[in-house]
């Protein structure tokens, strides 16, 4: 995987450099982090207890094409629709999230049922790194903004990011497999499993939108909120995935909700 991740990188920074030295655009660089919200199976869907209880933390290093300023003459573009409105940003991040079963199903009065204790006792985990590219899309004038200082910049994005995730699953009742120690919806085959959970690691694309605003710090500094929905394109990426034939309330595929904040600087 670090393979591919190195790879993945040079081929965006080569990417970024040959436009930059074909159109002379210019470019930022920065940093977020901040909280992520894992929709998975684990838990009660829609239950604010789980979303609030499956929460994790995420950062990453980000990348822009400016079109509306080209820095090999200090200058602005050609004043087009497209320079003044939209960014280019490609992006390396990490997530990591615990998981564990919240709502009715372990709120149960029959604390001593045996597979109230089951769900109560399953943990996991998941670890996602992503790496793509959004087309973010700026509302307002991104010259005005550049050149006023304290002002805001409002955006909404769209675009892909290829992930690597790595989960785990594990009992504090012992070791996952056995009847004594697992829910029996997961013990079914699952997708070609053996069980409807897994810690094997995988690869999937993932769609990614966000609304968030940019906010003038500086001549060459913005400050950026950001609240991201990222949905995969796989029921694996928590680790859980029980037999959809069997429990159709488990045939959504995994998501997330990062809010982040991030810094950012334009290079000159």
Not at 22 to 33: R, Y
Not at 96 to 122: C, E, I, Y
Not at 217 to 234: C, G, I, N, T
Request: aromatic fraction near 16%.
């Amino acid at each position: 995987m670090l393979k591919k991740s190195r790879f993945a990188i040079f081929v965006l920074l080569g990417l970024s450099i040959n436009v930059h030295a074909q159109f002379g655009f210019s470019h930022e660089v920065g940093i977020i982090s901040g909280p992520v919200a894992f929709q998975s199976d684990y838990g009660e869907r829609h239950d604010l207890e789980t979303n609030a209880g499956n929460t994790g933390y995420g950062i990453g290093i980000v990348h822009y094409l400016n079109f509306s300023y080209q820095a090999t003459c200090n200058c602005y573009t050609a004043d087009t629709y497209f320079n003044d409105h939209f960014k280019l940003r490609s992006e390396l991040s990490y997530s990591k999230t615990k998981l564990q079963h919240f709502g009715r199903w372990v709120d149960k009065p029959s604390a001593n049922n045996l597979g109230v204790q089951q769900l109560k006792a399953m943990r996991g985990s998941t670890e996602i790194t992503n790496i793509g590219v959004q087309l973010e899309f700026f509302p307002l004038s991104i010259r005005d903004f550049t050149a006023t200082i304290g002002s805001f910049a409002p955006y909404v994005s769209l675009g892909a990011h290829y992930s690597y995730y790595n989960p785990q699953a594990y009992s504090l009742l012992g070791p996952l497999g056995i009847p004594q120690t697992t829910f029996p919806k997961y013990l079914e085959p699952s997708d070609g499993r053996p069980h409807g959970y897994s810690a094997e690691d995988g690869n999937v694309w993932s769609v990614v939108s966000s609304v968030g605003t940019r906010y003038k710090l500086s001549p060459l500094s913005d400050l950026m909120v950001d609240l991201r929905w990222q949905y995969y394109f796989s029921n694996w990426v928590d680790g859980l995935n029980p037999n959809p034939d069997i429990y159709s309330e488990n045939r959504a595929n995994d998501w997330l909700v990062w809010f982040n904040v991030g810094y950012i600087y334009y290079l000159q």
